[in-house]
């Protein structure tokens, strides 16, 4: 018995740095209110990527950009969530695999633990997210409807930084322009807007839910080699537009940091109420 209790205390001593690491760069993990939440690696997925049912529970534009291969898209926010859930699994009898944009991002965990709080089983968060998935396997990955995915394409985030613009340099420099020079674009949905752009008479909008509006403005920018100012909700967003302005060979744009609440943010301050 002294040697069973001996080893067990070797080997708890020896996993204790594991489990440590496997926890590191995944916050979503250590949060007491995730904790039942079953995740599975990125390697072991993909070795059995055939036994599960693939979920992407981020946005349909964000979707639409990059995704594992015969991912289906049920986002998190939606109100028929575990309905939608619960069809697939009725469908394909498989376990599901949740995912979104990885390590510090919550949703694929939000979707298990409402998936296991409706009482449907064999549920998991793969946390290591999507980015992750595109550069260890372009195979199984797709970006903007084309695969492999080539990791070169992937847009870094110094990239994406290289064109962010605090909310005050961005309203000066998108209303000092000469109008037939600049196009200010808000791109947030009809929710966020709620019928109030920040720039009245100068701006347009198309939100991403109408990409043909939006594409027919990045079109016309391009060809009067107009400078875009383009804003959304709260600064995420743009980087899955930024996918867009890519393929269509547009280079100079311009977002605003953390947007609409960034520019709320920064008048708040300026009124001595932060």
Same mark, same amino acid.
């Given at each position: 018995?002294?040697?069973?209790?001996?080893?067990?205390?070797?080997?708890?001593?020896?996993?204790?740095?594991?489990?440590?690491?496997?926890?590191?760069?995944?916050?979503?993990?250590?949060?007491?209110?995730?904790?039942?939440?079953?995740?599975?690696?990125?390697?072991?997925?993909?070795?059995?990527?055939?036994?599960?049912?693939?979920?992407?529970?981020?946005?349909?534009?964000?979707?639409?950009?990059?995704?594992?291969?015969?991912?289906?898209?049920?986002?998190?926010?939606?109100?028929?969530?575990?309905?939608?859930?619960?069809?697939?699994?009725?469908?394909?009898?498989?376990?599901?695999?949740?995912?979104?944009?990885?390590?510090?991002?919550? +949703?694929?965990? &939000?979707?298990? /633990?409402? =998936?296991? *709080?409706?009482?449907?089983?064999?549920?998991?968060?793969?946390?290591? @997210?999507?980015?992750?998935?595109?550069?260890?396997?372009?195979?199984?990955?797709?970006?903007?409807?084309?695969?492999?995915?080539?990791?070169?394409?992937?847009?870094?985030?110094?990239?994406?930084?290289?064109?962010?613009?605090?909310?005050?340099?961005?309203?000066?420099?998108?209303?000092?322009?000469?109008?037939?020079?600049?196009?200010?674009?808000?791109?947030?949905?009809?929710?966020?807007?709620?019928?109030?752009?920040?720039?009245?008479?100068?701006?347009?909008?198309?939100?991403?839910?109408?990409?043909? +509006?939006?594409? &027919?403005?990045? /079109?016309? =920018?391009? *060809?009067?080699?107009?400078?875009?100012?383009?804003?959304?909700?709260? @600064?995420?967003?743009?980087?899955?537009?930024?996918?867009?302005?890519?393929?269509?060979?547009?280079?100079?744009?311009?977002?605003?940091?953390?947007?609409?609440?960034?520019?709320?943010?920064?008048?708040?301050?300026?009124?001595?109420?932060?």
């Amino acid at each position: 018995m002294r040697h069973l209790t001996t080893f067990f205390l070797i080997a708890l001593t020896l996993l204790a740095p594991l489990t440590a690491q496997a926890a590191e760069g995944f916050p979503g993990r250590q949060l007491e209110k995730y904790k039942k939440v079953p995740v599975i690696e990125l390697e072991d997925l993909y070795q059995r990527l055939n036994a599960f049912s693939i979920v992407d529970v981020r946005s349909p534009f964000e979707y639409a950009t990059l995704r594992i291969k015969g991912a289906v898209n049920i986002p998190v926010t939606a109100d028929n969530f575990e309905r939608a859930v619960e069809d697939l699994r009725s469908q394909t009898g498989k376990p599901i695999a949740f995912y979104c944009n990885g390590h510090t991002c919550m +949703k694929s965990y &939000k979707a298990a /633990k409402r =998936a296991m *709080a409706a009482g449907i089983n064999e549920v998991y968060a793969y946390d290591a @997210g999507i980015f992750d998935w595109a550069r260890a396997h372009p195979e199984e990955g797709e970006l903007l409807g084309k695969s492999p995915v080539d990791p070169k394409h992937l847009i870094s985030k110094k990239t994406f930084k290289a064109h962010l613009l605090d909310p005050d340099t961005f309203s000066d420099k998108a209303t000092a322009a000469a109008p037939k020079s600049r196009m200010i674009i808000d791109i947030r949905d009809t929710f966020q807007r709620a019928g109030v752009g920040f720039y009245p008479g100068l701006e347009r909008w198309a939100s991403l839910e109408n990409m043909k +509006k939006l594409r &027919k403005y990045l /079109k016309k =920018a391009k *060809a009067q080699k107009r400078t875009l100012y383009i804003y959304d909700n709260v @600064g995420k967003q743009v980087r899955w537009l930024q996918y867009e302005l890519q393929a269509q060979g547009l280079k100079d744009y311009w977002f605003m940091e953390k947007g609409a609440k960034g520019y709320y943010d920064m008048l708040g301050e300026q009124a001595g109420l932060r």
